[in-house]
């Protein structure tokens, strides 16, 4: 699958604009989406100026959404409900929408090596409960590091694990495969992504632990 257009909404953050910065040096279109136009638009700039051959432009987020038809939501769980509401009117029709959101309580306040229980099963399925039924939801890049992606000297190693709907999986295939050395790794159904999530607060305690900040998953034994 070749991914020509990606919309990552909350690209202005840290985890997002590092997967937008990493895509862009790959040759892909990303469109950053934010609540606030100008604060998109200045976030492209800044990309632009990394990326030089990129191709980049920003947008409020449902704009954003509505000019891809792969879109990656990268945003604190606090945001959530609000986002998805915004954009779900927007998406194009079978959209592949893939959430990297993760239930840690730092979203509200907390300590960002604990979750907390959604009642939904996790924070994919509860966007997944606000969108329309033709999007193509999915769950990945829980387990990058942020302070990695946005090291543009930094080669990125280790799984990325996605879940999710059979087809939609395959453009978080391409998406993983267009940054050197990641691995993209089937987790399954959706229903696997409150697994998947709880990851990233356990990576946390790891990196904290080893005074370091870029700690990953890697999957043994599989087949080449």
Same mark, same amino acid.
């Given at each position: 699958?070749?991914?020509?257009?990606?919309?990552?909404?909350?690209?202005?953050? #840290?985890?997002?604009? &590092?997967?937008?910065?990493?895509?862009?040096?790959?040759?892909?279109?990303?469109?950053?989406?934010?609540?606030?136009?100008?604060?998109? *638009?200045?976030? /492209?700039?800044? %990309?632009?100026? %990394?990326?030089?051959?990129?191709?980049?432009?920003?947008? *409020?987020?449902?704009?954003? $959404? $509505? #000019?891809?038809?792969?879109?990656?939501?990268?945003?604190?769980?606090?945001?959530?409900?609000?986002?998805?509401?915004?954009?779900?009117?927007? %998406?194009?029709?079978?959209?592949?929408?893939?959430? =990297?959101?993760?239930?840690?309580? /730092?979203?509200?306040?907390?300590?960002?090596?604990?979750?907390?229980?959604?009642?939904?099963?996790?924070?994919?399925?509860?966007? !997944?409960?606000? +969108?329309?039924?033709?999007?193509?939801?999915?769950?990945?890049?829980?387990? +990058?590091?942020?302070?990695?992606?946005? #090291? !543009?000297?930094?080669? +990125?190693?280790?799984?990325?694990?996605?879940?999710?709907?059979?087809?939609?999986?395959?453009?978080?295939?391409?998406?993983?495969? /267009?940054?050197?050395?990641?691995?993209?790794?089937?987790?399954?159904?959706?229903?696997? $992504?409150?697994?998947?999530?709880?990851?990233t607060a356990l990576l946390i305690g790891i990196n904290r632990r080893? &005074?370091? #900040?870029? $700690?990953?998953?890697?999957? =043994?034994?599989?087949?080449?």
């Amino acid at each position: 699958m070749t991914i020509e257009r990606v919309a990552v909404i909350g690209g202005t953050g #840290d985890e997002g604009f &590092g997967l937008a910065t990493r895509w862009a040096a790959a040759g892909i279109e990303v469109v950053i989406g934010s609540r606030e136009t100008a604060k998109a *638009e200045k976030a /492209a700039a800044r %990309l632009a100026e %990394l990326v030089p051959a990129g191709n980049v432009s920003g947008a *409020e987020n449902p704009r954003a $959404a $509505a #000019d891809a038809q792969i879109v990656v939501v990268t945003i604190p769980f606090s945001g959530v409900p609000t986002i998805y509401r915004s954009i779900a009117e927007h %998406l194009p029709d079978g959209a592949v929408v893939i959430d =990297t959101t993760v239930p840690v309580q /730092a979203s509200i306040g907390g300590r960002p090596t604990h979750v907390f229980g959604v009642w939904e099963g996790s924070a994919a399925q509860l966007g !997944r409960s606000l +969108l329309p039924a033709h999007i193509k939801m999915c769950a990945a890049f829980h387990s +990058l590091s942020a302070a990695a992606l946005s #090291d !543009r000297d930094a080669v +990125l190693h280790g799984d990325v694990l996605g879940c999710g709907h059979k087809e939609g999986k395959e453009a978080v295939k391409a998406l993983t495969g /267009a940054i050197p050395e990641l691995r993209f790794v089937d987790a399954g159904p959706l229903e696997n $992504a409150r697994i998947v999530e709880t990851i990233t607060a356990l990576l946390i305690g790891i990196n904290r632990r080893y &005074g370091i #900040d870029r $700690a990953g998953v890697h999957i =043994t034994n599989l087949p080449e």
